[in-house]
């Protein structure tokens, strides 16, 4: 018991110089230096959302360039989940051991230099190969530039800047999709990659600045650098906390992905052409971005006035997807009272994505923030498999398209409990594990 209390002790005192060291390097930098490392890893994600999204706009114009049918990219998709989730998954432990500058520089180049490599893609098995490999890198920025994000401002504003910093995501999906096509109508559909491989290395030695404190400062622990990372996050009484979280994650993901991957098939049913049906994507990503800097906004609010609230949040958020799923499934609506719903889903969902990401920054000590991050979005990427699968089963089953919207309602009430559960948890985790967790109250 002793010997677990000094190993607590260690990585609390190494969790808290870690912090100390970034606050002291972004206090004496000033409000323009706080800026600008955020402005930083907000590009960093922006970044990682155009080029994890970018495979979406570029296989039509693939399969037409390639005559090959736009099923047989499935192995491609599939690469790139696949990717992201090991590069979600190996990033905290790796930090943790080398640094967080190290992996994430790393990872920025490896993104980088392997979508500009895919301009050489020739056939399935080279493009899978390559999105596979620049997946890897983009799934281990996004957990490094959110938890330096968290360090910018200071305990008070971390859940806030991380918010800030993951609506980077949608504002590079939203990018892509508007300037994808007119990209490749000019030049071809090489030059989504040329133009997502070549930002990144423009950005890597800002983000080397912004991550230097703090890959100093963890490197200088070799005790608590020996630890086990995942272990840790199921110790000092955040076992239950992990798990619900993972479980929320796993939901959130299941629903957005299976939406987004089937709706343009099932707005058919709903009075759309096949031409039209695409919009649908669109009103769900644009609905997301609102959501993302309206919930942005209301956390900021929350935080000045000292009563942070995010699982609340949430919960009314789900409770609106769920709301809007009911009368998409059952009410005979006009296409743009469709899409408004379709938008009011989007919001409410990747909202959702966003809020588990930052109930990890809120939950977990320094030491175990990129792994808490990962460990969230790699559960969730099991997710993003499992929705689109059950879809597509539904489907070939001759299940009624306004049914399988439905079904959707079943994970959304599955996180709204989830939620609960975490609010009990969290209480109960934080009592135990005090100083290690700031818990909503």
Known sequence: MEVKDKKAAVAEEASAEVSAAVSAEVSATGRAGRCFALAVCFLIVVLDGFNTTSISFVVPTLARAWQLAPALFTPVFVATNVGAAIGFVVTGPLAHRIGQRLVGLASVVLFGGCTLLTVYAGDIMSLSAMRVL????????????????????????????????????????????????????????????????????????????????????????????????????????????TCLLWLFSFLIFMDVYALLFWLPTLLVAFGFSLDHAPAGMAAFSVGGLSGNLLMTAAVAAMTLKGNLRIKSALTIGVACVIASIAALSQAALPPPGVLLLIGVIGAGLVNGIMGQTALAVDFYPANLRATGVGMGHAMGRIGSFVGPAIGGALLSLGWAPRDIILTAILPALGAIVTLIALTLTGRRAGSRAAGHALVEH
């Open 134 to 241: 620049a997946a890897i890198g983009l799934g281990a920025a996004l957990p490094i530039a959110i938890t330096a994000s968290a360090g910018i401002l200071g305990a008070k504003h971390k859940v806030a800047a991380s918010i800030l910093v993951t609506t980077g995501m949608s504002v590079g999906a939203v990018i892509g999709g508007l300037v994808g096509g007119p990209l490749m109508h000019r030049f071809g559909w090489q030059s989504v990659f040329v133009l997502g491989g070549t930002l990144p290395f423009l950005v890597v030695p800002a983000f080397y600045r912004v991550l230097r404190t703090a890959g100093q400062a963890s490197g200088q622990h070799a005790a608590e650098r020996g630890a086990n990372q995942l272990k840790a996050l199921f110790k000092n009484g955040l076992a239950g906390y």
